[in-house]
Antibody, heavy 124, light 107 residues
């Protein structure tokens, strides 16, 4: 059974750091595109970062230079190192698998499994 | 980045009603469009991918359509468990962007 379990959230002062973890089971993290998606209170969904199968990464402009996505293949775990945190980073952070599926002759990508999320609150 | 715009932002409908949500992309994205349903306090749940392919286990009252830049999600007969927020997402390019959401309330 595929499962994603986030941890590491909490209350942190502005300027502080946190590391989020996403432990995966039932599949291999390194063979998938893996995303961090966040949702501020009462707001919509924002893709924060992705790590591709080849290890390449992408960051939203809002977190570039402050957040770092990584994975530990031996632990089958995804991470998000968050530095220089700001009040506007307050959100529930989800990890999600970007699954590749084929319909007809076309490859599609979609987030088929999500974790339950971990809440990060940046406040003094 | 590709911008996704949903309409309406919210709606209220009765059980049994037919409900349609529209999603527009800022550029053509072929059929690289997904739909998700989120209930309060939960992670989003995939309903449809590739604009019209129903994810395994999703009830057949959900239908997706469209291609290019305009897409629709239709619930043929609204059920009590369908309340929550619906999001479209483009998977044409990185970053994977979402619409702002459509909140569905049951009258």
């Amino acid at each position: 059974e595929v499962q994603l379990v986030e941890s590491g959230g909490g209350v942190i002062q502005p300027g502080g750091s946190l590391r989020l973890s996403c432990a995966a089971s039932g599949f291999t993290v390194m063979t998938n595109y893996m995303y961090w998606v966040r949702q501020a209170p009462g707001q919509g969904l924002e893709c924060v970062s992705v790590i591709y199968r080849d290890g390449a990464t992408y960051y939203a402009d809002s977190v570039k230079g402050r957040f770092t996505i990584s994975r530990d293949n031996s632990k089958n775990t995804l991470y998000l190192q968050m530095n220089s945190l700001r009040a506007e980073d307050t959100a529930v952070y989800f990890c999600a698998r970007d699954r590749r599926g084929i319909t007809g002759s076309t490859d599609y990508y979609y987030f088929d499994y999500w974790g339950r999320g971990t809440l990060v609150t940046v406040s003094s | 980045d590709i911008q996704m715009t949903q309409s309406p932002s919210s709606l209220s409908a009765s059980v049994g009603d037919r409900v349609t949500i529209t999603c527009r992309a800022s550029q053509r994205i072929n059929t690289y469009l997904n739909w998700y349903h989120q209930k309060p306090g939960k992670a989003p749940n995939l309903l449809i991918y590739g604009a019209s392919t129903l994810q395994s286990g999703v009830p057949s009252r959900f239908t997706g359509g469209g291609s290019g830049a305009v897409f629709t999600l239709t619930i043929s007969s609204l059920q009590p468990e369908d309340f929550g927020t619906y999001y479209c997402q483009q998977s044409h390019s990185t970053p994977r962007t979402f619409g702002q959401g459509t909140r569905v309330e049951i009258k």
